[in-house]
T-cell receptor
Framework: DAMVIQNPRYQVTQFGKPVTLSCSQT?????MYWYQQKSSQAPKLLFH???????NEADTPDNFQSRRPNTSFCFLDIRSPGLGDAAMYLC????????????FGPGTRLTVL | GQQVMQIPQYQHVQEGEDFTTYCNSS?????IQWYKQRPGGHPVFLIQ?????EVKKQKRLTFQFGEAKKNSSLHITATQTTDVGTYFC????????????????FGKGTKLSVKP
């Protein structure tokens, strides 16, 4: 059974048109992460939530926002997608912190036209 | 800032040959994790190493954590086509008191291709 679910798997949007990606987990983990991964590159951490505590990486553009309404769900909002935002967006969870194993979802591939 | 460097970036091997990827950090790590990402897939956790000089094995995979806890390696013996994918190391900085600090920092990965 899938433990970290991401929807949609593929998302096409237009330049500047807001888009929301969703992640849900059945693991009841405290921490949820959002990573951006471009082709042949390492996952780049955008931000994470420890429970309701939001932690933004210093170099994450303001264009990227996140919401975590409850333990199970986390959303990534891209307010005005640019061509450079086309990437795979990976959601991951861990039980408590970075020391713990991270469980990745299948990702959402975002295309910006 | 903390960096995790991984080499080589690409490795092409004949099936049955061995493969090694190396990971080096600019700072001492409290732990290092290894992930495998199949083509078109997402990273999947393989193992975590926390002790200086630690060696762990999973069938044909051998993982090492350096004595200084600044480097690690993954060695695959007798590669198979199912080993194809990108292998990422990810490390977390160790504090002066031996704890962990900050988030996991991923290396750029080593992409392995295996020719049958």
């Amino acid at each position: 059974d899938a433990m970290v679910i991401q929807n949609p798997r593929y998302q096409v949007t237009q330049f500047g048109k807001p888009v929301t990606l969703s992640c849900s987990q059945t693991l009841n983990h405290n921490v949820m992460y959002w990573y951006q991964q471009k082709s042949s590159q390492a996952p780049k951490l955008l931000f994470h939530y420890y429970d309701k505590d939001f932690n933004n990486e210093a170099d994450t553009p303001d264009n990227f926002q996140s919401r975590r309404p409850n333990t199970s769900f986390c959303f990534l909002d891209i307010r005005s997608p640019g061509l450079g935002d086309a990437a795979m967006y990976l959601c991951a969870t861990s039980r408590d912190g970075s020391t713990d194993t991270q469980y990745f979802g299948p990702g959402t591939r975002l295309t910006v036209l | 800032g903390q960096q995790v460097m991984q080499i080589p970036q690409y490795q092409h091997v004949q099936e049955g040959e061995d493969f090694t990827t190396y990971c080096n950090s600019s700072t001492t790590l409290s732990n290092i994790q290894w992930y495998k990402q199949r083509p078109g897939g997402h990273p999947v956790f393989l193992i975590q190493l926390v002790k200086s000089g630690e060696v762990k094995k999973q069938k044909r995979l051998t993982f090492q954590f350096g004595e200084a806890k600044k480097n690690s390696s993954l060695h695959i013996t007798a590669t198979q086509t199912t080993d194809v994918g990108t292998y990422f190391c990810a490390g977390q900085k160790e504090t002066d008191y031996g704890g962990s600090q900050g988030n996991l920092i991923f290396g750029k990965g080593t992409k392995l291709s295996v020719k049958p």
